[in-house]
Structures are given as C-alpha cells and as structure tokens.
C-alpha cells in the first residue's frame, strides 16, 4: 500500500505503487512499450513528481544538505583566509604604483644622509614625481632581555603612505626625528610621550600607536630622518645594523626611476670599501636594481596562491568526494525501495528504464535541492565565520569573489554522481520476491551481465587507483602532494569498499539472535551498507588524514626549533657568526659584569682555517657537516651537556672522533666504527686522513651547534694536520639564568650587540597557519555533523523493519541493540579505513623529506573517533527511541 504516495517497504504489503501505477500506468489505453520517447520522458517525469513526496526519501538528502553546507562554508572561510592581488599591493605598495630598491645591494651604515639626499637629486632630474623613500632597517635591538631585533621603517609618514595597511591608533604619526610610532603597543609597552631605548643608547619618543593589519609582529615607525641622525659610532657595537631601501613612486617613467636608483648605487658603491655587495653593483648595478622592481600590475597580474590552492586535501578533495559520497548514500539508502518500486511498475508493463527513472529522477530532485539549500546555508555560515575569524586574527578578509563557482561544481557533482546512480537503478535487475539468506551471503551476488560488467569495471578501476597511489607516492617531496596522495588513496579505498564490507560479513560473529540478526540485516541491505561505509570512509580519511599531516607538520617544525645554546650555557661568539670568537670589546663587558666570574670556560674551535674567503674545512668523507675541537674530554663534555661513558672517553684518548647520533651515516649507538676526515677547499677535496676509530653520541639539540656532525680533541687534529682555527667562540658553562640575563642587559648597556652572547631561552611553540587550522575544524565537524544526518537517516530507513521484529515478539530492547550494531559495525570499520588514510600519506611524507616527523596524534584521534561514535549513538538511540509495535503495519 502508499503512504502519501510513497511506496513503502514489506514482502507482504501490496504492490506499493499501485496508486501511481493506476495514474500514470499506461497513456491513453496504450502501454508504455508504444510510447514515444516524449511520452515516456512526460511519464517519468510524473512518476518522479509522484515519488518525490515521499517523506523518507525527503529526510534521507539531510546528508546532501549537511555536505553542501559545509563545503561551501569552508571555501568562504579558506578564502577569507587568502588575500586578493589588490591586498597584496596595497600591504606593499601603499598608494604608489611602483617601488625598486630593496634587495639590490645598497646598504647604508647608521648615520649615512648622503645616498638618500643622491637618490632624491636624481629622481627628481628624471622628472620621476610623487617619489618617497621608504628605509628598512631589520636588525634594530630593543633594550629588553633576552634580546631581540625589530624592523624600523622610516618614511614621510605623516603623507598616509600605507593607508590601506597602517591604521593610527593614538597620538599622531612620527613627523621628525627621533620619533616613532610603535606597531604593537602590547609588545612595546612604551605609551606616548615616553621615550624608547634601542640600540645601547638610542632614544626615541613615541608619539603615537599604530595597528599594522597585515602583520602582527613589532615594527617602529620612524620620522623622517632618524637614521641619518643615528651616531656612526653605532656600526662598532653593531656592525650588521644596516638601512636598505626602497623608492615608490605612483608608477610611471619605471625606466627613468630605475636609471635615477642605479645611478645612485653606482656612486654608493664606488665610495664603499670592502662590501662584497658594492662590489657586484660596481660590476652590474643596472641589472641588480632592475630585478627590485615591483609595480602594481604585477602583484595584480599574479596574485598568491590561495589556501585553496595551496591545500588540495583541505577543500578542493572533499568539495568532490565528499558530496559524491552524500548522494551515493542517498540512493544507497533508499536502493531497496527504489528496486521494489521499478519492480512493481515494470510488472504492470511500464518499460524498465522509464520505470527507473521515476526514483532516480525523485532523488536526484532532493538531492539538488538539498545541494543548494545547504550552499546557500553554507554561504550564511561562512560569513558568519569570516567575521569571526577576521575579528580573532585581526586582519582583512580576504575577497569573496566568484561564488558561483563553488556552488556550480557542487551541483554538478550532485548531478553527475545522480544521474550515474538512476543509470546504475536502471541497468540493475532485481526479482521482486526477496532472497532468503544463505551462509555465503557475505560474497558478493553474481546479479546480471549489467551488473557483472560493473564490477569488472570497478576492478580494474581499483587496480589502476592502487598503482596510482604506489606511483604517486615515490614522487611526494612537498605537503601539497601529500594531500593530493590523500585523494587519490581515498579514491582507492573507496572502490574497494565492496570488498572490504564482504570482508566483514564474514568476520562477524553469528553467536546468537541478535547477531545473526545483525549480520543477515546487512548482507539483504547490502547497497544500503556499502553506501554509508564509502560515506563514513571519505569524512573519517579526510578529517583523520588532515589532524594527522597537520600533526607532522607541527612536530617538523618542533623538532627543527632548538633554543640558542643549552640550559646553563652561554655562548659568547662574533657578531656575523656564532662560529668566530668574541670581539674585545665583549669580552672586556663580560669580564667586568662579573656575571661569568668563577665559572668554566671552554673555547670551542672548528676543524676550518681562517681564511674567511676561501676557507678549508674537515669533514666526515661523503657528509658536508662542520666538525669541532675542544681541548679535553671535560670540555666536550660541559659542550653537549652530558656525561661521556668510558667507550666514548677512550675513542676520543685514541685520536678518535664523537659523532652525533642523530645525524646521517652516524655508527650505530653503543658501537664502535672506522671512519675517514676528507680535507676540502670548497668543492676540491685536497686529502684525507687515515681511518680513525669513531663512536656515537647522544647530544641535545641547539642552534650553535646546527650544521656539525661531531667533536674530537684539539690535539688530535693538531696531529692529523687538519685545518683549525687560532681562536673560536666561548661557552660558559653553569650559568644561572639570572646571570646569563644580566650579562645580556650588561652588554647592552654597553652599546654592544647582544646578540653575540647566545643564552638559553626556549624556542615558541610552533603554530601552524590559521588556514590550516580552519580547514582541520571544518572537516572534524563535516565528519560528525556527517556522521550524525547517515546514522537517523539510516535509523529512519530501518523504522520498519524494527517495527516488525517488535511485532512479533523480539524485545524492543533487541531492536536497539541490533540498530546500534550495525552503526558500529560500519563506523568500526569505516575508522580503520580512515587510518589507512589519515596515516599513508604523513609517512610517505616524512619517508620522502628530510626531516619530517611522522607524527600521529593517537590522542587527538582517539576524542575525535569518541566524537563520532557518541554522535551515532545519540543519532542512533534518538531515532530509535519510539520504536512500538503498533508501527509494524507500515512496514
């Protein structure tokens, strides 16, 4: 019989579409078989609008809705994420058109006011108008320990060179020298019209607070002409402190500017001694200064790639298979009643095909509804999100341009993944009376010559995915292909579903009622059952594999930041380089702070001449890693913070080497190996020594050491005639953390560039980009809202089978028990595949790149899968909840 039109389930009931067969049976007395194709096209269309009022079918697109909505909120949220070309030029070109300068080579020393004054001269004689000069200096020191550098941007401020970017919080803009503004007052906590110490003894006088909305790191913006006004004197204590430069003009007479720019550096260059810089821009300072040039239409003409982009298994791989999956669900779910009602209007002589379409195109109406429903819900809920995550983040949205496109392939993924489902519907042959279950139900059903050809198609497209994938991942060197592997091995688990779903009928239990129940339920639903699994299978491998290469790559970036030097340490080192020895100057300050006083020193030297040009250097044969030298088994000891064993002790007594254990080619812990030192002068290998006994060791990673591959004794390299310098840095060794900042603060003070006193400070903890963050949320809560719209609407489908069950005597507490098993059977199975998915990639990746971490986050999985099964249990145990016996009539 028909409820509201809608064929209903039940080997008992009447045909259920007789009502619609009475309607829309034949055509004027003439069967369907002498129909013209109009006619059967007018009659399918009939039966679909019959069909569609079905209320099953109507709640079972809830998954369609739930996908589209996500979807397209992830895409408003990923692209508020991306700025557009225009942000791009209004964060670095401010109102002009067009800069050149920065990068070129010009450098200019604190207190140089002649090229800027050059540079002015010739732009004007070039008839280039509307220039400003914008100075960067990177390596500005605040007064503050630990100590840390800040950029200092000087220009005419008080012109809105940066409208776009800079926003004036309070005071006024910088106008004259000697006066900043600070970009993030809560950092700075210096207020207005207090003076900010930099640089030893640089004060200046903040005038004002300023919000820069493309960055949320610490920059000053200085009045015009302070960094002329600097002392020279500054360049003794900090001799990288330097000014570079760009010229910005709105834009025209590019040539003009650049030839005024190069002119200048020429002259620059030529009055610069002993600048490697000035020396290439005295030999082609044209094409040097060319290649700074950036013009509005650039950044206009290729904009950055957006997240989107940049991220394929963050939005562009679920937006296909995600609801691709949806509406094989809903024809899954709805399959059996879909077979019964071709079935029963094939019998009164309607042709298979029109019969066929009736469902097919009923479903496929929902599930383009649903689809753009839930687009434009989706849309709601991004914006939603979009003010949200701007607010938090502090920046400018990125542009929402093109939505249509978005919303386009989401229907067109909706349409074709129906319209091959309804052709699916059409080709499949199914005898109206049901199929009594057999013990080798769990293999798969021969059906016809359709449905065989289907399933060798289905083979072979599985075989070519799985080589896909085995092909793919021998060519992964960067994170954006591993997401790309993600899709593609998702593709291939999924056409292998068939089988995996066979597997487990096989391996479930049958001991007793309810699981023979169980499993005899699923293997006459099969269509149904192997639906929800590639549902389930897509959302669990694209949330669990996204958690899990985000993981990696959190824990990549924790394990390559190492803080300076060891807790207790302190390394006193050159101002370019922590691997020369301390100036006089620091010493003199360290010695006289009297922090160091009584604690051990250990000069460090390195296996390399000094000859700073063209060095020679020591190394392990076959490896590039820098080797050192200290003077006794204690000193190497205080370097890598920890105790040698008498094996380690002896090799070194022996002349040998220490390698560390972490990095290549290292020997095997606790044994003992022969290795040979190679003599080289850049890539010319000049000798090499005999082999020397070698053992590992464990050392604690710190950024001084970084690009070493080992230590031996100052006297054995004496002995093996290996390059080594005269002098090298100092560490210090047992220094408390209160002295090692007093000397940080004593340099300081001194005007001396602290950042040659290396003190222990722990590295921040990694965060990963907001885009990436977002797009993990949105797929864990695609998953669950997933999985909770599949678990009621498979519960609603089942209604009536329960139902009848309850009629005739089973428990209604059996009902529940059988319906929760089945969505654990599925769920179970579903995360195990999830795993496959989440996991394969992250080691592909960290197998194929260096110094990637294979980090599964078993923890964060673990609530995640929690997550998910409380929902299907709450989705579960409310659908099922009002189960009564009195509903199995409508079965």
């Not at 008839?127 to 000069?133: K, L, S, W």
């Not at 722990?762 to 678990?791: K, N």
């Amino acid at each position: 019989m028909t409820h509201n039109g809608t064929p209903q389930n039940g080997p008992h009931a009447a045909p259920p579409t007789d009502g619609v067969t009475r309607a829309a049976g034949t055509h004027d007395g003439t069967p369907t078989a002498r129909m013209t194709r109009s006619g059967q096209i007018r009659l399918a269309l009939r039966l679909a609008r019959r069909l569609a009022r079905s209320r099953p079918l109507a709640r079972s697109v809830s998954i369609v809705f739930v996908a589209a909505l996500l979807v397209m909120a992830m895409f408003v949220t990923l692209r508020t994420l991306s700025l557009s070309g225009e942000q791009v030029a209004d964060n670095e070109l401010g109102r002009f058109g067009a800069k050149v300068g920065y990068g070129s080579g010009v450098a200019l020393l604190p207190g140089d006011d002649t090229f800027v004054t050059d540079l002015r001269a010739r732009l004007r004689d070039a008839g280039v108008t509307g220039a400003e000069v914008v100075l960067s200096a990177t390596d500005v020191q605040l007064n503050t320990t630990p100590a840390r550098n800040v950029t200092a941007l000087e220009t005419a401020w008080t012109t809105q060179p940066y409208p776009e970017r800079y926003n004036l919080l309070s005071g006024r803009w910088p106008s004259s020298p000697g006066e900043v503004a600070v970009t993030e007052p809560r950092d700075v906590r210096t207020p207005v019209g207090q003076t900010l110490t930099v640089l030893g003894d640089v004060r200046l006088k903040v005038v004002g607070t300023v919000d820069d909305r493309a960055a949320d790191t610490t920059n000053l913006l200085l009045g015009p002409g302070t960094w002329a006004a600097l002392d020279p004197a500054l360049s003794t204590g900090f001799p990288v402190l330097n000014a570079q430069m760009d010229v910005m003009w709105p834009g025209e007479r590019q040539s003009a500017a650049v030839d005024a720019f190069t002119a200048a550096a020429r002259t620059w260059a030529q009055d610069t001694k002993d600048n490697a810089d000035a020396a290439a821009l005295n030999q082609d300072a044209h094409n040097a200064v060319a290649a700074t040039l950036v013009t509005r239409d650039q950044l206009l003409g290729h904009p950055q790639k957006t997240w989107i982009e940049k991220t394929p298994a963050g939005y562009t791989v679920p937006s296909l298979l995600v609801p691709t999956a949806a509406v094989a669900l809903v024809f899954g779910l709805n399959g059996r009643r879909f077979r019964r009602t071709t079935a029963s209007l094939t019998s009164v002589g309607i042709s298979r095909t029109t019969a066929a379409a009736g469902p097919g195109l009923a479903a496929l109406a929902w599930s383009l509804a649903a689809a753009a429903c839930g687009a434009v819900a989706g849309l709601a809920v991004g914006i939603v999100a979009r003010l949200i995550v701007s607010r938090l983040r502090e920046r400018p949205a990125g542009p929402l341009d093109d939505l249509a496109t978005p919303a386009l392939r989401l229907l067109a993924v909706v349409l074709v993944t129906g319209l091959t489902a309804a052709v699916l519907l059409a080709r499949t042959r199914r005898d109206a009376s049901p199929r009594p279950h057999r013990d080798h139900d769990s293999a798969p059903r021969p059906g016809g010559t359709f449905a065989r050809r289907a399933r060798d198609a289905r083979h072979l497209l599985a075989v070519a995915a799985w080589c896909a994938t085995a092909v793919y991942a021998t060519r992964v060197d960067s994170p954006a292909q591993a997401m790309v592997l993600t899709g593609i091995l998702i593709a291939a688990v999924l056409l292998t579903v068939p089988e995996v779903f066979a597997g487990m009928l096989r391996l479930l239990p049958e001991g007793g009622p309810r699981r023979r129940l169980v499993r005899r339920q699923l293997a006459a639903d099969r269509g149904r059952a192997c639906a929800a699994l590639a549902v389930l299978t897509v959302l669990f491998g694209a949330s669990l594999g996204y958690v899990t290469l985000l993981d990696t790559l959190i824990r990549t970036v924790e394990k390559q930041s190492y803080p300076a030097v060891l807790p207790g340490q302190v390394l006193l080192a050159g101002h370019t380089s922590d691997t020369y020895p301390p100036g006089e100057a620091l010493l003199r300050t360290a010695d006289s702070s009297g922090a160091l006083d009584g604690l051990p020193r250990t000069e460090v030297r390195y296996l390399m001449s000094d000859d700073l040009d063209n060095p020679r250097m020591a190394v392990r044969e076959g490896n590039d890693g820098s080797l050192l030298a200290a003077d006794s088994p204690r000193d190497v000891e205080r370097l890598i913070g920890r105790r040698l064993d008498a094996r380690q002790t002896s090799v070194l007594r022996d002349g040998g080497l220490l390698v560390w254990s972490h990095v290549t080619d290292a020997p095997a812990p606790g044994n003992n190996a022969r290795l040979r030192l190679a003599v080289r002068q850049g890539d010319k290998a000049l000798g090499r020594t005999p082999e020397l006994p070698a053992t590992a060791v464990d050392v604690a990673r710190a950024e001084w050491s970084t690009g070493s591959d080992g230590i031996m004794l100052r006297t054995t390299a004496t002995a093996l005639r290996l390059p080594l310098q005269a002098d090298g840095p100092v560490m210090v060794t047992g220094v408390p953390d209160t002295k090692a900042r007093a000397l940080q603060q004593a340099v300081i003070t001194a005007g001396i560039d602290a950042g040659a006193v290396l003190i222990h400070v722990e590295p921040d903890d990694p965060v990963p980009p907001a885009a990436l963050l977002a797009t993990a949320v949105g797929l864990v809560f695609l998953a669950l809202a997933a999985v909770l719209a599949a678990t009621r609407s498979q519960t609603r489908i089942l209604r009536g089978y329960l139902a009848r069950l309850i009629a005739v005597g089973i428990p209604p507490r059996w009902a529940r028990q059988i319906l929760l098993c089945q969505h654990g059977a599925l769920i179970a199975v579903s995360t195990l595949l999830g795993l496959i998915i989440a996991v394969v990639p992250s080691a592909v990746l960290a197998a194929r790149i260096s110094g990637f971490v294979l980090s599964v986050p078993w923890w964060q999985l673990a609530v995640l899968a929690a997550a998910i099964y409380l929902a299907a249990l709450l989705a579960a145990a409310h659908s099922a909840h009002r189960l009564r016996a009195t509903e199995a009539w409508r079965a």
